[in-house]
């Protein structure tokens, strides 16, 4: 048992970071400011007095004594909007670089050993090696968002080798399922329940990525943490495979119950300025480590798009 601090625990990965965490008896204390997190994701821990919730601002004071005594942080809390981060960059330099190295701060002088941190896939920019490896360079982002998340793993490293902590780095490809509140799939349904007999896609529709379904995520993460023990564990996270964007629109229309939907393609090979259109990341270093991927990217979507329609998943 094991007492640990989430940040960005209310939000759609951190809640079921949190399932996972209370599920092993650790004791969790979320610190969100539920600027995108749900209260309801995380209120059956809260009610059961198995999670602690501090509504707090990482930007503002007040929320740092909650990491007296903890051995973990997981530092999820961030503007997680990759397009809209390319359009106005302010809120990912404060909630993503600004925060974390508050977070850092915080850890450090209440001498916090270790920290779990999520980046992004978006560090590698337009990778020339797919699948990318960890060890893939130059590190050339062509987004705000991938950016930030790289400073925030430089920062990380400086305070591991600076501090005597350690740090997990994850690099996640796109994370998806029940409780999401953004992205692709969210961005269909929602223009689908608007109109359901047409549907615009950014970009060409042939942007191609890797999906990797929430719990999947999670199960990846612990066991990653549990199983290296470096100053600095960097591990890439996804599936091995990728699926292009139309295929989801179809996935979508055919769980909707829709037929005949028109699809209006706005056109070029990235959806949004910063956007990468084709994206697949190696996993075999965590595979060295005894993981096996269980889902890939088609199952992935499929699963994500059911729960996040309602429906029964299998
Ligand atoms: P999310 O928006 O659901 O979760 C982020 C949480 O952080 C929210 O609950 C929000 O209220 C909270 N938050 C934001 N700014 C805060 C602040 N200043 N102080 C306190 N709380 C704050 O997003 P998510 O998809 O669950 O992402 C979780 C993490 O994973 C983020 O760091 C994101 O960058 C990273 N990530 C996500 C994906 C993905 O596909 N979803 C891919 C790569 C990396």
Not at 201 to 229: H, P, W
Request: with cysteine; charged share 20%.
């Amino acid at each position: 048992m094991m007492l640990c601090v989430v940040t960005g625990g209310a939000g759609f990965i951190g809640s079921h970071l949190v399932d996972a965490l209370v599920a092993r008896g650790d004791r969790v204390v979320v610190i969100d400011s539920l600027v995108n997190g749900e209260h309801r994701n995380i209120a059956g821990h809260i009610d059961a007095g198995r999670v602690t919730l501090v509504k707090a601002d990482l930007l503002l004071d007040g929320w740092q004594d909650a990491l007296t005594g903890v051995e973990r942080v997981y530092h999820l809390a961030a503007d997680p909007d990759v397009r809209q981060g390319s359009l106005t960059p302010d809120s990912q330099i404060h909630n993503n670089i600004l925060a974390t190295y508050r977070v850092l701060e915080a850890m450090r002088t209440h001498g916090v050993p270790a920290v779990v941190f999520t980046s992004t896939s978006t560090v590698y920019g337009d990778a020339t090696i797919i699948p990318t490896p960890e060890s893939y360079n130059p590190l050339e982002p062509v987004s705000v968002y991938g950016a930030c998340k790289l400073a925030c793993e430089a920062l990380i490293s400086a305070y591991c080798h600076g501090f005597g902590m350690k740090g997990w780095v994850y690099r996640f490809a796109n994370i998806i399922g029940e409780r999401s509140n953004h992205g692709v799939i969210t961005d269909f349904i929602k223009k689908l329940q608007d109109r359901p007999g047409e549907l615009e896609i950014l970009g060409d529709g042939r942007q191609t990525k890797s999906y990797l379904e929430v719990k999947a995520c999670i199960r990846a993460m612990l066991f990653a943490v549990e199983n290296s023990d470096d100053v600095l564990n960097i591990f890439n996270i996804g599936s091995e495979d990728w699926v292009d964007v139309t295929t989801i629109a179809d996935i979508i229309v055919r769980e909707m119950g829709l037929s005949h939907v028109q699809y209006r393609f706005t056109g070029g090979e990235r959806g949004w300025v910063g956007d990468v259109p084709r994206m697949q990341l190696a996993v075999e270093k965590l595979k060295a480590l005894g993981w096996q991927p269980d889902v890939g990217s088609l199952e992935s979507v499929e699963v994500a798009v059911r729960a996040m329609l309602g429906k029964a998943v299998s």
